[in-house]
T-cell receptor, first 114, second 114 residues
Framework: DAKTTQPPSMDCAEGRAANLPCNHS???????VYWYRQIHSQGPQYIIHGLKNNETNEMASLIITEDRKSSTLILPHATLRDTAVYYCIAPVPWDGGSQGNLIFGKGTKLSVKP | NAGVTQTPKFQVLKTGQSMTLQCAQDMNHEYMSWYRQDPGMGLRLIHY???????DQGEVPNGYNVSRSTTEDFPLRLLSAAPSQTSVYFC?????????????FGEGSRLTVL
């Protein structure tokens, strides 16, 4: 079972910031949170990941709460091409924590509108 | 740099037929995996491999076989196709383990079983 909870859908106006929430209250202390997106029917694409500090790259920013029970992916200036399903993932470890598979839930369908 | 290559992109089978979905990566990645995605659903892990000669089951392994004779290739075999296996199949790879970095996906193989 996925260890994360996301809203099924969200809308965002083009040019505005898109803030996608994710709850992961059962995540353990050494597990990263990953974000991927899937545009139409293409293969998922990695966006960003983090442990407990906020992270930023050329695609997005990731804000993780201090208690690590939730996080928010921020697309600072959403474009129509950002319309996609966004997956928040906490890995499922297979050896007690140091290795793990990524189990995808249903994600959040983000629709960026003109 | 081809990345992760899947063949075929489309396939139609009759119930009971067998086939192999091919997956190859040219990034010298140790970890490879197969996911399936049904309409409106997230991705579900079928099988994975952490290196040549090593494979293990994911969430939904029944009806599928895999082998990993080389680092580059990770074929998925359907021995007796069933309509329930109609889906889009994605192959993915990562350098070591998917919870330590980026997971790279192929473009998908769309399978219909009549």
């Amino acid at each position: 079972d996925a260890k994360t909870t996301q809203p099924p859908s969200m809308d965002c106006a083009e040019g505005r910031a898109a803030n996608l929430p994710c709850n992961h209250s059962t995540i353990s202390g050494n597990e990263y949170v990953y974000w991927y997106r899937q545009i139409h029917s293409q293969g998922p694409q990695y966006i960003i990941h983090g442990l407990k500090n906020n992270e930023t790259n050329e695609m997005a920013s990731l804000i993780i709460t201090e208690d690590r029970k939730s996080s928010t992916l921020i697309l600072p200036h959403a474009t129509l091409r950002d319309t996609a399903v966004y997956y928040c993932i906490a890995p499922v470890p297979w050896d007690g924590g140091s290795q793990g598979n990524l189990i995808f839930g249903k994600g959040t369908k983000l629709s960026v509108k003109p | 740099n081809a990345g992760v290559t899947q063949t075929p992109k489309f396939q139609v089978l009759k119930t009971g037929q067998s086939m192999t979905l091919q997956c190859a990566q040219d990034m010298n990645h140790e970890y490879m995996s197969w996911y399936r995605q049904d309409p409106g659903m997230g991705l579900r892990l079928i099988h994975y491999s952490v290196g040549a000669g090593i494979t293990d089951q994911g969430e939904v392994p029944n009806g599928y076989n895999v082998s990993r004779s080389t680092t580059e290739d990770f074929p998925l075999r359907l021995l007796s196709a069933a309509p329930s296996q109609t889906s889009v199949y994605f192959c993915a790879s990562s350098y070591i383990y998917p919870n330590t970095g980026e997971l790279f996906f192929g473009e998908g193989s769309r399978l219909t079983v009549l």
